[in-house]
């Protein structure tokens, strides 16, 4: 392959973009090479996802160079991906200063991380004059922090009429303390219908409460099926109890694979119970190693 950041040889230029008309990057390239910055993004885009980072940063750097903010983000991505923080600070500020919206989220993620309130506030207010849900919604919290609950909900009503699914899963939380649980279960099931897994789990917490095992099953299923490793185990848990434990091990080790140490130590249980003392010290030493670095529950 080529060195970093140079151009590709004739080599690998054929093996990636082909010959010929009838290749479909062909024109994309030409369209790149003539200047189009909106193809340079689109070349970026492709040759990153194909695995080649040299290509894409090539692309990318074209692009930026002539004041294409998405390229500019791109960069920065690439840029925390090599764990090169300046670099990608550097890169959001510049999108930034383009009107990059998600790059004024970004900025405003670091300097809350940083404890600068005050500037994450500038950004992300920013961000959401332009009209940007992710920003409404971490202004919502920044105000529900300082105990503003009206300017919280003002945010996380707006956030989630634009569809961010984190505005509505806060304000049905919100909903939730204050005793209202028929708009919490509202606020969760249109979450939910958005594809958010966490309040599919916490749907299915709630009919497991209301000894419904029909829905509890269908919403736990489903937040599975997007990635909620808190509701792999409880459904692993459900299956055990219905003898179905090979179901159940298949479930948890999925599970584990995404790191939940929940599913760790069950299958550490289940090794125990077919006497298997190797396999269950294996599982609960990986259980106690992952405990630490592991979330709470993904419920909303």
Not at 210 to 229: F, M, P, Q, S
Request: aromatic share 6%; proline share 3%; hydrophobic share 50%.
């Amino acid at each position: 392959m080529a060195a970093p950041d140079a151009p590709l040889d004739e080599a690998d230029r054929s093996r990636l973009y082909g010959t010929g008309d009838d290749n479909p990057l062909q024109p994309l390239l030409r369209a790149a090479e003539s200047g189009d910055t909106a193809a340079m993004v689109k070349l970026g885009a492709l040759t990153h996802d194909a695995g080649e980072r040299a290509e894409s940063r090539r692309w990318f750097e074209r692009a930026a160079a002539d004041g294409d903010a998405q390229a500019m983000f791109a960069l920065a991505g690439m840029c925390l991906a090599e764990d090169d923080e300046q670099a990608a600070m550097g890169w959001l500020a510049a999108a930034s200063d383009q009107g990059h919206s998600g790059a004024m989220v970004n900025l405003g993620a670091f300097a809350a991380a940083a404890g600068d309130l005050e500037l994450a506030a500038d950004r992300w207010e920013r961000a959401a004059e332009l009209g940007d849900a992710f920003a409404m919604t971490n202004l919502g919290t920044l105000a529900a922090d300082r105990g503003d609950a009206a300017a919280a909900s003002d945010w996380w009503t707006k956030a989630a009429d634009l569809g961010d699914t984190d505005a509505m899963c806060a304000l049905a939380d919100a909903a939730h303390v204050d005793g209202d649980s028929v708009a919490a279960q509202e606020l969760w099931r249109k979450a939910a219908q958005h594809g958010d897994p966490g309040a599919m789990y916490t749907l299915g917490s709630i009919e497991h409460e209301a000894g419904d095992a029909a829905a509890t099953h269908r919403w736990w299923l489903a937040a599975a099926e997007h990635g909620n490793t808190s509701a792999m185990v409880n459904l692993g848990v459900l299956l055990q109890q219905g003898g179905r434990s090979a179901e159940a091990r298949e479930i948890w080790l999925e599970a584990a694979d995404l790191g939940d140490p929940a599913a760790m130590s069950n299958l550490a249980a289940l090794a125990d119970l077919e006497q298997n003392a190797d396999g269950a010290r294996e599982w609960r030493d990986r259980a106690a190693a992952a405990a630490p670095s592991v979330a709470p529950p993904d419920a909303c």
